[in-house]
């Protein structure tokens, strides 16, 4: 992990964010916001580059992890979970 995700693991979001709209039926508004802010910062780390655009195309994919109920053992939809390390 270097310097910036330690600090983003830290911190979380910061500053002002746009949020999209809700592509999904599966999250309130309010869930959504959150979540946005979440993969919208993550996305600003070099390990995390174009993640918040997949997330968004791919949201029912994700939906199997919210729903799952082992999580930490599902799988992260299309090559993220290669391009991840453990951490």
Excluded at 58 to 86: M, T, V
Aim: charged share 25%; hydrophobic share 40%; with cysteine.
């Amino acid at each position: 992990m270097d310097q910036d995700e330690w600090r983003y693991y830290l911190a979380g979001p910061t500053g002002a964010i746009e949020i999209v709209k809700n592509p999904t039926d599966w999250l309130g508004d309010l869930e959504w916001a959150e979540v946005y802010k979440q993969v919208y910062c993550m996305a600003k780390l070099p390990a995390f580059e174009g993640f918040d655009v997949f997330f968004v195309e791919n949201s029912k994919a994700f939906q199997e992890i919210f729903d799952s109920p082992e999580p930490h053992n599902s799988p992260i939809p299309g090559d993220w979970n290669d391009k991840l390390n453990s951490f």
